[in-house]
């Protein structure tokens, strides 16, 4: 009899213990916009204690308090949230993760190459944060989503679809490559990137490469100006023998974080570009 | 007998550099991410354009090579320092607030290159204003006021990209690591112009160039004003060099090493050292510069990247062979 | 000798705030050799960058030949006047060659070379001060002494008819310092080059000089021959030492001994 009491009684006491621990006092900080992203999607959002500068979607990040910038968060803020877990990229913060770890925090990075990594990395979120289930179902929405795009550029022939450029930055000339998502994105929305060759995920490119190649579409992502942007393409020497440029079809106008953040919003973020290379709304 | 030959190898010598620059222009043009041919150039209207857009690029790059070294020359000489590198006086620095300051502002784009040379002028009018003692500039005050000036700016640029980095992060890196594939296409022929304005306004001055770096009392007894002389060339040198970091960013190394690679051959005659060090920066650059654009291709390495590496162990080697003369 | 080749009128030399020699007037006459002397700091130095306009003097004027000094262009005293400064340290490699052919800056127009005479008269220093031998080389290869014979040369080349010479022979070994005097010596008597030269050594300057000026406390303590000027009790005020003064019986110029404190 007496045993039985025990046992039960440290279960109890167990289970209380870890409800606690995984139950209403989880404290989340983010210093990636994306996984901020993921994070509201996946309805923590009221766990979310800090996120950096650049942390802006949805409009709810507004009230949460920063703990500094994206390329240099404030360790000491940081540490002070007291947080149970902290969600960072790779490359740039590298080292604040490393310093995060060394002063005892859990750290968790996320790095999608594609968007096969980003559904794992949602996945893996969701099971840390005990949103396994919400985490499963935001991925297969995404998918579904996906596949319905998927299957409408199937239709379309590799020769009909038109050879893009997006431009980063302008000087140097910025581009996305092939190991990051955005190439992947364009390639989804039914285009061709132009720079699918090079094995960089942001690499520098000579202005040569765009000449040749001539693309259909120039989607600028810095900036939000639809007639500057066309004007400032068409300033360059040369670019005027592009086709984006004598078909006025440089585009400025897609939210850049729609296109530049793995986060739930790529589908809408393909959904702009399919806009823009075909001319028509996805729906 | 020997003296006349003198002038005949001087002649000789940027001859050939002259020579060598004019061959690398022309044909230099030929490398590069898209294979083309000569025969497209004239026939192809794509071929001849991205012909034309290198070689816009590569004359950039000559004179970008040429203006700095000629500035390494002159500060060189002024400052009776063989490490002086046109950066030294705090121009890049300020150059590249001025660039960060415009990105921020947004606005027109060309708006870029004037604010980095504005900035850079900025630099120089500080510097100048504070080594000034007695009417006279000390080259040891215009050193330290350089380097003071160099870092206050230094330090808000990084305070302003700290702050405002969204805008700013893919802009640096062309501050940083300096970049020849330019957007903005009217600034050449004011580089062009400046260039070899300021080149041969330079040569004017070789004779006092040539005793200035021997030493002011020297100058001085020898009846050059040097007081004027040495305003005069700073603003020269320092004109070119903001020219220079306000359209292409930082290229270093190269107003460093060529002065002295150039006195190899014609020791410290600056009516050979500074067109030697115009010609042979050009070159220096537009090699530099092919070997950027094509060994990686399509990706680009920054040229300033190249010219760390080449100039870096140049450097050295120069170092030790310089050493009995440095730590005497 | 006998015109006034300079004429130095109530000179007061500093530097800004800082006033080091006050009241100081003199006369040379042409084809003179002075010696400058003087304990360290008296201003010996300041004194000559003064009269050479390397520092702007504090009050007084100069005359030049009867011309006041401030009247010349810096290039029109650059062809009267030359200077060789006291050795300091070159970060750049310089041929002998090189060097030379400053000396005719002053003569040259900004976009002329040199001519054939310029290069005879370089030719003809080099066989005067007999430095043939290091004509093909770097100074940095050269000794301190055969340096000071390249920078003489130079100076010589400018065909001033005063030469100013701050220390020549600090530096250098006893046999190198007459090698050098001996040369002045010639220079001013056959050559008629009237010079001025800052000493240390007080020997040196009795035995070449025609008169000596010595400074002190900010003023000329004594302007004169050796022979007047140079005995025991001046020598002691200003070197606050102790020392005997006898005649040197070749030259018959006064001779400074120095007694060390273990004889006084």
Redesign the interface.
């Known amino acids: 009899m007496k045993p039985k009491v025990i046992e039960i009684s440290l279960l109890f006491i167990f289970f209380i213990f870890s409800l606690d621990l995984f139950g209403q006092d989880l404290r989340i900080v983010s210093i990636s916009p994306s996984t901020t992203e993921i994070i509201f999607a996946l309805g923590l959002g009221d766990f979310l204690v800090g996120v950096d500068s650049?942390s802006n979607y949805p409009p709810e990040t507004e009230k949460i308090e920063k703990v500094g910038?994206?390329?240099?968060p404030n360790l000491e803020k940081i540490i002070s949230l007291k947080p149970d877990i902290v969600f960072a990229t790779g490359l740039e913060q590298n080292p604040t993760v490393a310093r995060l770890k060394r002063a005892g925090l859990k750290v968790y990075t996320v790095d999608p190459a594609n968007i096969k990594e980003l559904f794992q990395n949602i996945l893996e979120i969701g099971k840390i944060t005990q949103r396994e289930r919400e985490a499963r179902k935001l991925i297969f929405k995404m998918s579904k989503d996906l596949s319905k795009i998927e299957r409408k550029i199937a239709n379309i022939e590799f020769s009909q679809r038109p050879k893009v450029f997006l431009e980063?930055?302008?000087?140097?000339?910025?581009t996305c490559g092939k190991n990051s998502y955005i190439d992947e994105m364009i390639s989804l929305a039914g285009g061709i990137n132009i720079?699918q060759?090079?094995k960089?995920k942001f690499?520098?490119?000579?202005?040569?490469?765009v000449?040749?190649e001539?693309p259909e579409i120039i989607i600028i992502s810095?900036?939000q100006n639809q007639e500057r942007a066309r004007e400032?393409v068409l300033?360059?020497?040369?670019w005027d023998?592009i086709t984006a440029v004598k078909k006025n079809r440089v585009y400025a106008d897609i939210n850049p974080d729609l296109i530049l953040r793995p986060g739930p919003r790529i589908i809408e973020g393909i959904k702009e570009l399919y806009k823009r290379f075909y001319g028509e709304n996805f729906d | 007998m020997g003296k006349i030959s003198i002038k005949k190898k001087g002649f000789l010598f940027i001859g050939i550099l002259c020579l060598i620059l004019i061959f690398l222009i022309l044909f230099s043009g030929f490398w590069g991410t898209v294979p083309i041919s000569v025969k497209n150039i004239f026939s192809m209207d794509r071929d001849r354009i991205i012909f034309i857009l290198r070689l816009k690029r590569i004359i950039l790059g000559a004179m970008v090579g040429g203006m700095l070294s000629v500035a390494g020359v002159i500060f060189q000489a002024i400052l009776r320092n063989p490490l002086a590198d046109p950066y030294i006086l705090g121009v890049s620095s300020g150059g590249g607030l001025g660039a960060v300051l415009a990105l921020i502002w947004g606005g027109s784009f060309l708006k870029i290159p004037v604010f980095a040379f504005l900035g850079g002028l900025l630099s120089i009018f500080l510097v100048q204003s504070l080594s000034q003692v007695n009417g006279r500039l000390p080259p040891q005050n215009l050193l330290l006021s350089g380097v003071v000036i160099g870092i206050i700016f230094t330090n808000i640029l990084v305070f302003i990209v700290w702050f405002f980095e969204d805008r700013l992060i893919h802009g640096i890196i062309w501050w940083l690591l300096g970049n020849l594939d330019v957007i903005e296409n009217n600034l050449l022929l004011t580089v062009i112009l400046m260039g070899i304005l300021g080149t041969f306004f330079s040569f004017l001055f070789a004779r006092e160039l040539n005793v200035l770096s021997l030493g002011e009392e020297e100058a001085i007894s020898l009846g050059i004003d040097v007081e004027k002389t040495k305003r005069v060339l700073v603003y020269i040198a320092s004109l070119i060099t903001a020219i220079a970091v306000s359209v292409c960013g930082i290229i270093g190394f190269v107003g460093l090493i060529i002065p002295h690679i150039v006195r190899f051959f014609s020791g410290n005659e600056h009516r050979l050292l500074i067109p030697g060090s115009f010609l042979m920066g050009g070159i220096f650059v537009v090699i530099s510069d092919t070997f950027a654009r094509t060994f990686f291709s399509p990706v680009e390495i920054p040229i300033g990247v190249i010219t760390a590496l080449i100039g870096g162990p140049m450097f050295l080697i120069l170092l030790q062979k310089k050493k009995k003369i440095l730590f005497k | 000798m006998g015109r006034i080749l300079l004429n130095v009128e109530d000179l007061s030399c500093g530097y800004g705030e800082k006033v080091v020699l006050k009241g100081i007037s003199f006369q040379m006459e042409e084809g003179e050799f002075l010696g400058i002397i003087g304990p360290n700091g008296a201003g010996k130095s300041t004194l000559l960058k003064t009269i050479l306009r390397i520092i702007p003097p504090l009050k007084g004027r100069i005359f030049f030949r009867d011309k006041d000094i401030s009247k010349f262009s810096r290039i029109m005293l650059a062809q009267e006047i030359a200077y060789v400064p006291q050795q300091t340290q070159v970060w750049f490699s310089f041929s002998v060659m090189e060097i030379l052919k400053m000396g005719r800056y002053p003569f040259l127009r900004r976009y002329k070379s040199e001519a054939k005479k310029d290069l005879d008269i370089i030719q003809e220093k080099i066989k005067l001060t007999g430095i043939e031998n290091l004509v093909y080389s770097n100074l940095e290869e050269l000794s301190w002494g055969e340096r000071q014979m390249v920078f003489i040369t130079r100076a010589l080349i400018q065909e001033p008819k005063l030469l100013f010479l701050d220390e020549p022979t600090a530096h250098l070994d006893v046999g190198h310092e007459i090698k050098i005097f001996d040369l002045l010596y010639r220079l001013n008597r056959q050559n008629n080059i009237s010079i001025i030269s800052v000493l240390h050594d007080l020997n040196l300057a009795s035995q070449y000089c025609d008169r000596l000026l010595i400074l002190f406390d900010g003023r000329i303590e004594k302007f004169g021959k050796p022979e007047e000027v140079l005995d025991y009790r001046t020598i002691e005020k200003i070197y606050d030492t102790v020392v005997i003064v006898k005649e040197n019986p070749i030259t018959k110029r006064p001779y400074v001994f120095t007694i060390p404190e273990k004889f006084r």
């Open positions: 650049f910038t994206f390329s240099q980063i930055w302008y000087s140097p000339l910025i720079a060759n090079i960089r690499s520098r490119i000579s202005q040569e490469l000449i040749k001539s810095y900036m400032f300033s360059r020497y040369g023998s």
